[in-house]
């Protein structure tokens, strides 16, 4: 099954700056997920990143704000730009986890805890 | 939204008991799942059931679905003290690829 190495796992910010998140996969996968956790919440779709194309975003959250890299099979960045205090959350990369996601479900990375200052 | 609904929010039980949480969504699935996170960080997959399973069993972990009632219940028998974490379902809707998760259950087992 896929493992998936996220860095940072934690930082913290200035406003007005920036953080890109990294997610390694030992694997070649097709898609790679990136999730937002906000404080006592539950885990919301940022965005899907397929390679070679443009990430797919989901309602409320544009590409301005939340770039994303896809240059192979194996490797993603989340870039979230321009931080206030609003962006201070878990962010977390996932990929299917072993041969298809409908028998086998996803992984996660560990999850970098973003906090704004 | 699909977004599952979990109840309770929040369960404390003594160790040794069962622990039981529930999971609503709204729209046909392809499967759900169950999640485990500890202290906020990264998922651990517990189980997977498909949309014409009706229970999958794993170790100490019971699953039922009833998507007929659009729910399904995870069972964690004979809690220990380890098993204190978030638990959310995620459920990936019918024709598409990506999953939707519930609200969690935070679940706390004394020792």
């Known amino acids: 099954s896929a493992v998936i190495s996220q860095k940072p796992s934690r930082d913290i910010c200035q406003r007005g700056t920036s953080l890109t998140i990294q997610c390694q996969v030992d694997?070649?996968?097709?898609?790679m997920f990136w999730y937002r956790q906000q404080p006592g919440q539950s885990l919301t779709l940022i965005a899907t990143?397929?390679?070679?194309?443009?990430?797919?975003?989901e309602s409320g959250f544009v590409i301005d704000k939340f770039p994303i890299s896809r240059p192979n099979l194996t490797f993603s960045t989340l870039t979230v730009s321009n931080l206030s205090p609003e962006d201070s959350s878990i962010y977390l990369c996932?990929?299917?986890?072993?041969?298809?996601?409908?028998?086998?479900?996803?992984?996660f990375g560990s999850g970098t805890r973003l906090t704004v200052v | 939204s699909q977004q599952g609904e979990e109840d309770p929010q929040a369960l404390s039980i003594q160790e040794g008991e069962n622990a039981t949480m529930n999971c609503s969504y709204k729209t046909s699935i392809n499967n759900l799942q169950w999640y485990r996170q500890n202290s906020g960080r990264g998922l651990v997959h517990l189980i997977l059931?498909?949309?014409?399973?009706r229970e999958k069993h794993s170790g100490r972990l019971r699953v039922t679905l009833d998507t007929s009632k659009k729910s399904s219940s995870l069972l964690i028998t004979a809690s220990r003290a380890a098993d204190t974490a978030s638990y959310f379902c995620?459920?990936?809707?019918?024709?598409?690829?990506?999953?939707?998760f519930g609200t969690g259950t935070r679940l706390k087992v004394l020792a």
């Open positions: 996932s990929v299917e986890l072993g041969q298809g996601r409908e028998n086998y479900g996803y992984t």
């Open positions: 694997s070649q996968v097709t898609m």
């Open positions: 990143a397929n390679q070679g194309s443009e990430a797919t975003y």
């Open positions: 995620a459920t990936e809707g019918r024709g598409t690829y990506k999953y939707i």
């Open positions: 059931i498909r949309s014409n399973e």
